[in-house]
């Protein structure tokens, strides 16, 4: 029997391992929501077992509204994933935030229309928590490194998803402004419900290629553009996750342990049986 991974990277170009890391086995999961969007990576680094993922899979061929979300954080369950620090390219919607800064968002507002966001549906229903949406003690840690490396680190900012994969027009720019959004990408959801709901600790650490269209005095974003800031962008991710590792995987967020349990209001006979068989799968231990 394989010895649990506890540690899990979601990222998406030039997160797929770390240099000095020791790569162990590629695994190819399937579960009862598909296969994940790639191979999964297990390498070994400072003693320490990870996971690593690739959002988008390995050259980038999966739309952000494609993703098989629910697919990623059941494999990695499945692997005994306890922790998951996620990487994601974002537009800054404040001038403080500028290209090539990175965040860690606390807060969430939702704008995408058409991903499937919760293992509980098809005749079995759960209302998880969600005041919260990140892992506080993921956040303390993650920032105490970056103060470590003298990485830049924006925190307790507000994160707007969208649908995509086209980019804001500048009406909806200035709008999210107004609602008090920091940062804008297309992969945080469903992603962290998800997460949640498998009672996995979360946070994502968020990289700014540009300034969105609001600030009419910059170019505006384009491909060519995030592209050039998210590859300059991956070499920083890498020294972060490098001083990281040591930090993760040591048991210190068990906050949501047994939540997910106590979420589900569906009476037992009344639960459809293909989906509690779809989630003995995740859940061997509350089905």
């Given at each position: 029997?394989q010895?649990?991974?506890?540690?899990?990277?979601?990222?998406?170009?030039?997160?797929?391992?770390?240099?000095?890391?020791e790569i162990?086995?590629?695994?190819?999961?399937?579960?009862?929501?598909?296969k994940p969007s790639?191979?999964?990576?297990?390498?070994?680094?400072?003693?320490?077992?990870?996971?690593?993922?690739?959002?988008?899979?390995?050259?980038h061929?999966?739309s952000?509204?494609?993703?098989?979300?629910?697919?990623?954080?059941?494999?990695?369950r499945?692997?005994?994933?306890?922790?998951?620090v996620?990487?994601?390219?974002?537009?800054?919607?404040?001038?403080?935030?500028?290209p090539?800064?990175?965040?860690?968002?606390?807060?969430?507002?939702?704008?995408?229309k058409?991903?499937p966001?919760s293992?509980?549906?098809?005749?079995v229903?759960a209302?998880?928590p969600?005041?919260?949406?990140f892992?506080?003690?993921?956040?303390?840690r993650?920032?105490?490194?970056a103060?470590?490396?003298?990485?830049?680190?924006?925190?307790?900012?507000?994160?707007i998803?969208?649908?995509?994969p086209?980019?804001?027009?500048?009406a909806?720019?200035?709008?999210?402004?107004s609602?008090?959004?920091d940062?804008?990408n297309?992969?945080v959801?469903?992603?962290?419900?998800?997460?949640?709901?498998?009672?996995?600790?979360?946070?994502?650490?968020?990289?700014?290629?540009?300034?969105?269209?609001?600030k009419?005095?910059?170019e505006?974003?384009?491909?060519?553009?995030?592209?050039?800031?998210?590859?300059?962008n991956?070499?920083?991710?890498?020294?972060?996750l490098?001083?990281?590792?040591?930090e993760?995987?040591?048991g210190?967020?068990?906050s949501?342990?047994?939540?997910?349990?106590?979420?589900?209001v569906?009476?037992?006979?009344?639960?459809?049986?293909e989906?509690v068989?779809k989630?003995?799968?995740?859940?061997?231990?509350?089905?």
């Open positions: 029997m010895e649990k991974v506890k540690i899990a990277i979601i990222g998406g170009t030039g997160l797929y391992s770390l240099d000095g890391m162990l086995r590629e695994i190819h999961s399937d579960t009862p929501w598909g790639d191979v999964i990576t297990i390498g070994r680094f400072k003693g320490k077992e990870i996971a690593f993922l690739p959002r988008h899979g390995k050259g061929f999966i952000p509204s494609d993703i098989p979300a629910q697919a990623n954080i059941c494999a990695l499945n692997l005994g994933v306890e922790e998951i996620s990487f994601s390219s974002v537009g800054s919607l404040r001038q403080e935030i500028a090539r800064d990175f965040v860690l968002p606390n807060q969430i507002i939702d704008r995408t058409a991903r966001s293992f509980f549906e098809n005749g229903v209302h998880a969600f005041a919260d949406p892992s506080i003690s993921l956040a303390k993650i920032e105490k490194v103060e470590k490396i003298k990485l830049k680190l924006h925190t307790e900012k507000t994160l998803c969208m649908e995509g086209l980019f804001s027009t500048r909806e720019s200035h709008m999210y402004r609602w008090g959004a940062i804008i297309m992969s959801l469903p992603e962290a419900k998800l997460a949640r709901e498998a009672e996995i600790a979360y946070q994502m650490v968020c990289m700014s290629t540009d300034y969105d269209c609001w009419e005095d910059e505006h974003v384009t491909l060519e553009m995030v592209i050039k800031n998210l590859t300059q991956a070499d920083t991710a890498k020294t972060l490098a001083e990281l590792i040591p993760l995987g040591n210190d967020d068990v949501l342990i047994g939540t997910t349990k106590y979420s589900i569906t009476a037992p006979e009344k639960r459809n049986p989906q068989m989630l003995k799968v995740l859940f061997p231990e509350y089905f």
